[in-house]
């Protein structure tokens, strides 16, 4: 079954997960089919072939489409994408409340497709939070363990500790609606860790708290993760939370992985035009191909202008390429770009004082519009100011290929 | 300045006097005249006197305390019924109902688009000794296993029983029990379901840890709205009942309609009124708690 499907484009990942995990507590076994997992070789997760399509009396709609996906014991991974990209279906596949229309779901190895989310050894952390509003916070936690005829005492010990690594002793005879926000955030995490699961599965968590708070629950939850040990699936449409937070992560469109990476990677190296321009700001170009100087492409633009794109792949010249190059990596000068640097000339339109840096938005010759963040050191004054003609220099290597440009992205051209 | 404690101090109490004239001319000042009727002394022809006649209370009760106890325990039977019926119509609805919830509802009160006299006149066709639901008993020769129960008269018939009468008061007042329970159903978030779910409890768990202590609230406002108006309903014993099921609404009626004597009427329809009141209070007061919700999920 697994055999058919090819694993490319996860193996060449490295898995960042920091150490065997500590949540096999035996006692927690109770399920038979999983006793004998053997460790780190078996992923945590394995999503093979999963698609998912839904039917309405208008037709069908497809949201997830052929996800294949290898998540490791003990990593905190995310699913980041735009709203209806299919993260959060993919998640409740994994957690048994949607059945995918194809594919395997395997939880250390075993396919749990069909097996319903009671009797998965998954937790989930509501976007609602889901809070029971008619029980104490302490029920709520106990809810999981009682259901599993966990021994009371045990019960009451593990409630209290898992409290206590929230943060929130004290409040066990609370009600859910007499806590704040963040509290009740905690208090569905712990309703969640506390039953020990192989894998906490997070539906946008902090989406409802404000941005002081969800700066905080997110080193918070990084603590909490390290602490615990067990595998954090975390569902997010905020990029700055999954690059903060992720060991890795995908990028998902249209139902569709874009790319898998870890943070850094994802942000250095973005594999597609859809990804540069969702993670951070990025400025996309399209040129024809001038020269290739083996796997330099080389595109041909007016004097005193070069645009040299390292690892130009499978491109020929005369071929359209699009690139993209980070707000932060150009340097705004006067004078044309010394030798193996790029640079394009343009004007500014805009200049945008934001703190610490400086905005500056060019508009070039050629007619694409471009952003160039500049740190507002103590020795900078500005730069240039509007209407000024400046060249925009960068070097070559952040020169990123996004490769071949389809008609189909050519009308949307934009900085994201 | 005047404009401006008109606006803050007066203008609410503007506001609500069309209200308060309301309640005291259709509410208060009959309710005072029921009351001083009360306790007059006299006939019809020769007119009603105020004499402080207290003694009418006591008379009322011993002639007709048999009904008011009656009234109590056929509502309170008609109410169970209601509930165990209502409540899987209001589950289904809030929870399966999808696009069709509003057609479910719409169809549930359309019965309310007939008069209520003439849905209990046709309940008198069906349950008579050669209507449907008589005929349908005999073709799978149930009647003696009704009379086992008692369910039938000792002959075999329905209408004139009290099975006749508390069908038709669980027939009449359905609804009233139904759209609470399905209002309070209906705010169930779907994500407690599935949180119950993901944390190991089953199908019947979930419903008995989750749904159900959280529909208690709508089941609380069901039994007032149910058991009151049934309490005192006089249309279903007159028409489905006979001499030996008479409710106290029916015996109020032929002391105001038939025998014109208005004191003991006014009476008896205190005494219901306080026996609800004090049976609603009590009732209030041990169930309508939060620690009562609390203890249905323990």
Known sequence: MSEMTPYADVADSPSTADSPSTADDPSTADDPSTVDHPGTAVPAIRLIGIAKRFVSRRGTVTAVERVDLVINEGEFFSLLGPSGCGKTTTLRMIGGFEEPTEGQILLYGRDVVGVPPNHRDVNMVFQSYALFPHMSVYDNVAFGLKRKSVPTAEIRQRVNEMLDLVQLDGKADRRPRELSGGQQQRVALARALVNRPRALLLDEPLAALDLKLRQAMQIELKRIQREVGITFVFVTHDQNEALTMSDRLIVMNAGKIEQLATPRDMYERPASRFVAGFIGTSNILTGTVKTMDGTTAILETGVNESLVVPEATGLIAGQQLDLTVRPEKIVLSAEPPGPGLCGLRGRVMEVVYLGTSTQYAVKTAEGADLLAFLQNASDSSDVAARGDDVYLTWRPEHSLCLGQTSGAQLDEEAVA | ?298
């Open chain 2, 1 to 298: 300045m005047i404009s401006r404690i008109w606006r803050t101090r007066l203008a609410p109490y503007a506001l609500i006097l069309p209200g308060w004239l309301w309640l005291v001319i259709f509410f208060v000042v009959p309710t005072l005249s029921m009351l001083s009727v009360s306790t007059m002394t006299g006939n019809d022809l020769d007119g009603f006197k105020q004499t402080f006649h207290l003694s009418t209370y006591s008379d009322a009760w011993s002639e007709y305390h048999t009904q008011i106890v009656r009234s109590l325990v056929y509502g309170l039977i008609a109410t169970v019924l209601c509930l165990v019926i209502a409540y899987p119509v209001a589950y289904w609805i809030a929870f399966r109902g999808g696009r069709y919830k509003s057609s479910l509802l719409f169809l549930l009160l359309l019965p309310f688009f007939v008069s209520f006299v003439i849905r209990t006149q046709s309940w008198e066709f069906m349950l008579d000794d050669h209507g449907m639901v008589l005929g349908t008993l005999r073709t799978f020769h149930l009647v003696g296993v009704m009379k086992t129960l008692h369910l039938v008269s000792s002959s075999g018939t329905i209408l004139q029983t009290s099975t006749a009468v508390i069908g038709g008061l669980v027939y009449n007042f359905l609804p009233f029990t139904v759209l609470p329970i399905y209002v309070a159903l209906e705010r169930v978030e779907p994500s407690l379901l599935e949180a119950s779910s993901d944390l190991y409890a089953n199908k019947f768990h979930a419903f008995r840890k989750v749904v159900f202590p959280l529909s208690l609230p709508g089941i609380f406002a069901a039994v007032l709205l149910t058991f009151v108006p049934v309490a005192s309903d006089y249309v279903n014993a007159q028409i489905l009942g006979g001499t030996k099921n008479t409710m106290i609404g029916t015996a109020i009626e032929t002391e105001y309609f038939t025998n014109l004597n208005y004191p003991v009427a006014a009476a008896l329809s205190f005494i219901l009124m306080a026996v609800l009141l004090i049976g609603v209070f009590l009732y209030a007061r041990i169930l309508g708690t939060e620690d009562a919700l609390e203890m249905a999920a323990a």
